[in-house]
Structure formats: structure tokens, C-alpha cells
């Protein structure tokens, strides 16, 4: 991040998040070898209710030094712990399991050694983590022609969410981004639905795969954009489609998911 900018006007205040929630960790999987599937539970998951597809849920981390859980407080711009720290809080894709009342499910993409891929597979069951959401999901346009989307393997829930609840009477083109075709995954079909998986050549610099998609798409007048995955590939697909295309800004919703080393 850059330095500071002085400003004679007032701060901006975020509004702030729902409060966390105490989980337990109650199993893993692996839906693909890049892949850690956890799976939470706990008595505050009853009432929690995700009605936005693609929408977003915090996980809270113990501190990888000591293994404590510290619930953050917010401060009107930031969680921060006692001793002014940041905590560790990375943000996912919630998933409802089929048939599960309260558990809830996070997919965690093993982006080497990310604060969030270490936890997920050295955690023991019964660990404990906190959430705090959900935040907004994606609200489909009544007025769109088609929709187009674009993620990584992070943003595969989401994709698979959206291609669910979008209207089947529009044309859906996703283009997914993988680092190997074991990353493929099964995904919702009905007509009108067009995937392409591209695989990452190896030493490409995440979002290559899906920027050259973008690039190659066209854009037909009322086509409505949603992409997620790497936090400087998803500004680099905002510069193309805001300044290259003159797309309108209101047509997107470009989300950044991770970044590269952390």
C-alpha cells in the first residue's frame, strides 16, 4: 500500500460488519487436489441466513504464533485486536451443504503458504475459528441481455451459485481460470449456459487465462459483468473493460479475492 494522503475533510466511517460468530471446525474434504473444503459448525450458525448467491462470509484465524482466537473489535474503520494489531481474516464464498441444518462450508484455494491455506490443512477437527456475515452477494439485473462471468479457482463456488440462481432465460458465458485440469470441477448445467476451464500455463501470473478471456469476449450491449480472483488481475480486467472497452461501470461487479503472497 501507498503512503497516507492528507485531507482537510472529515474520515470516512465504514459502516460496520455483523459481529463474529464462534465456530468449531467439524470436517474437511477435497472437492480437487488445490482445493481444502471446511466445514463449521456451532450453535450461532442456526440463524445465520445467505440469501445472495456469490455472496461473502469473514473467517477469523487463530494467531499462527500462539494458536489463540482473539475476537477483534471494530473501531469504525477496522478490526483490530487488544494490542492495536490487525487479526488474520480472509473472506470466502459461504456454502450451505445439502441437507445440513447449521454447518457451513468454505473452500480454501492452497495458494502455497497463504495464512489461510497453512490453517486449512494443519487444523484438527474441533478447532475453533469465528465468522462474521454474510456480506452482499449478487443481485441480478432485470434489464440485462446476458451475463458474463469470469473467476479463478477461488471463485468457483461463487460462479456455481450465480449460474444457479441467474435468470434461465439469459445466455451465461463463464470463463474459469485453473492452475492444472485436475482443478476442473462439476458445475450447474442448463441451456443457455456455456463454461470454458483454461488452464494457467506454468510461471503465468494468476488472471492471465481470465483476462485473455475477457479480452476475447464480446460484449454485447446489455451484458451484465461479474469477476473475482486475484486482487491485481481483477484491477488489471477493470482498466480493460472501464478504459480499453468503455464498459459502464454499473454493469460490473469486479471483486478481488486474494492476493498474491498473502
Known amino acids: 500500500m501507498g503512503g497516507s494522503v492528507a485531507s482537510d475533510g472529515p474520515r470516512r466511517v465504514r459502516r460496520e460488519p455483523p459481529p463474529f460468530r ?6 474437511t474434504e477435497r ?13 450461532d450458525l442456526h440463524n445465520l441466513t445467505v440469501d445472495e448467491p456469490a455472496a461473502s462470509i469473514r473467517l477469523l484465524l487463530p494467531s499462527p504464533e500462539t494458536s489463540d482466537l482473539e475476537v477483534p473489535v471494530w473501531n469504525g474503520n477496522e478490526f483490530l485486536l487488544a494490542n492495536g494489531e490487525r ?27 497463504g495464512a489461510a491455506s497453512n490453517w486449512a490443512t494443519s487444523a484438527t477437527i474441533g478447532a475453533p475459528a469465528a465468522i462474521s456475515g454474510p456480506g452482499r452477494g449478487y443481485v441480478a439485473d432485470g434489464d440485462a441481455s446476458s451475463f458474463l462471468l469470469v473467476g479463478d479457482e477461488s471463485a468457483v463456488p ?12 439469459h445466455p ?4 474459469i481460470e485453473v492452475t492444472s485440469p485436475d482443478a476442473v470441477r462439476e458445475l450447474p448445467q442448463r441451456p443457455m449456459i456455456e463454461v470454458e476451464w483454461r488452464v494457467l500455463a506454468e510461471g503465468s501470473l494468476p488472471g492471465t487465462e ?42 460490473t461487479m469486479v471483486r478481488g479475492y486474494w492476493k498474491l503472497g498473502s
Do not use: C, K, N
Open 87 to 113: 487479526p488474520t481474516i480472509r473472506t470466502f464464498t459461504p456454502i450451505r451443504l445439502p441437507g445440513a441444518t447449521s454447518e457451513l462450508a468454505l473452500d480454501v484455494v492452497l495458494h502455497g503458504s
Open 158 to 169: 461463487a460462479i456455481s451459485q450465480l449460474l444457479d440462481a441467474l435468470p434461465a432465460e
Open 210 to 251: 481470465q483476462f485473455d478471456y475477457v479480452r476475447t469476449s464480446t460484449l454485447e450491449p446489455g451484458v451484465r459483468i461479474w469477476a473475482a480472483g486475484e486482487a491485481a488481475a481483477m484491477q488489471r480486467i477493470r482498466r480493460h473493460l472501464f478504459d480499453d472497452r468503455g464498459v459502464d461501470r454499473s454493469s
Open 31 to 43: 472437492p480437487t487436489p488445490h482445493v481444502v473444503r471446511v466445514v463449521f459448525d456451532g450453535p
Open 172 to 175: 451465461i458465458s463463464a470463463g
Open 22 to 27: 464462534m465456530v468449531s471446525l467439524v470436517g
